[in-house]
């Protein structure tokens, strides 16, 4: 069982904002920096934010992370088809001792 | 280009062993800490292991503990995954992914698939 929690699913329709949220406690989130990942349908994982706010090299500045206490959040701006995916969060507990993922969000482009 | 090719999964009955390798090309595979990182069949994605540049240190879900080996090869550019006592809840998609930081895996490969099934 995850130990950061994100809402199952979450939609929009084609240029429209979506956001996500990853909700932690002091052991993780509050303490230490959260990644993001994107999973295509079929494919593996790919780094989308890291150390809550930064972009990988090729990574649109449509999407970006932002963190506030034991949450973050990854906003999608301008929502397009292909952002249809799983999206993860990630990060470092302490009390764990360990890296945790978050329970994951389907995105849907109405 | 960074590539990353995992290979040796299958079907396997419980109790049976399995061997993973990932190989690596495109990045100076020394430098680098790797990982496991696992995904059962419509779930979400479970760090599995992970080894150090030189192999000095490896770290373990609980698990997973002392059933699966995590080993490299700097030589041949390769990692592995020796998987023991392997239980139906092992069935999952395995990944071997590079480690940029804690956390953060930079690059991943395409999956093999591991099915633990009498």
């Known amino acids: 069982q995850s130990v950061l929690t994100q809402p199952p699913s979450a939609s929009g329709t084609p240029g429209q904002r979506v956001t996500i949220s990853c909700s932690g406690s002091?052991?993780?989130?509050?303490?230490?920096?959260v990644n993001w990942y994107q999973q295509l349908p079929g494919t593996a994982p790919k780094l989308l934010i890291y150390n809550n706010n930064q972009w990988p090299s090729g990574v649109p500045d449509r999407f970006s992370g932002s963190k506030s206490g034991t949450s973050a959040s990854l906003a999608i701006s301008g929502l397009q088809s292909e952002d249809e995916a799983d999206y993860y969060c990630?990060?470092?507990?302490?009390?764990?001792?360990?890296?945790?993922f978050g329970t994951g969000t389907k995105v849907t482009v109405l | 280009e960074v590539q990353l090719v995992e290979s040796g999964g299958g079907l396997v009955q419980p109790g049976g062993s399995l061997r993973l390798s990932c190989a690596a090309s495109?990045?100076?595979?020394?430098?680098?800490?790797m990982s496991w990182v696992r995904q059962a069949p419509g779930k979400g994605l479970e760090w599995v292991a992970n080894i150090k540049e030189d192999g000095s240190e490896k770290y373990y879900i609980d698990s997973v503990k002392g059933r699966f080996t995590i080993s490299r090869d700097n030589a041949k550019n390769s990692l592995y995954l020796q998987m023991n006592s392997l239980r139906v809840e092992d069935t999952a998609v395995y990944y071997c992914a590079r480690d940029k930081a804690v956390t953060i895996w930079d690059y991943w490969g395409q999956g093999t698939l591991v099915t633990v099934s009498s």
């Open positions: 990630a990060a470092w507990d302490d009390s764990l001792n360990g890296r945790v």
């Open positions: 002091r052991s993780n989130i509050g303490s230490n920096t």
């Open positions: 495109g990045f100076t595979f020394s430098t680098y800490w």
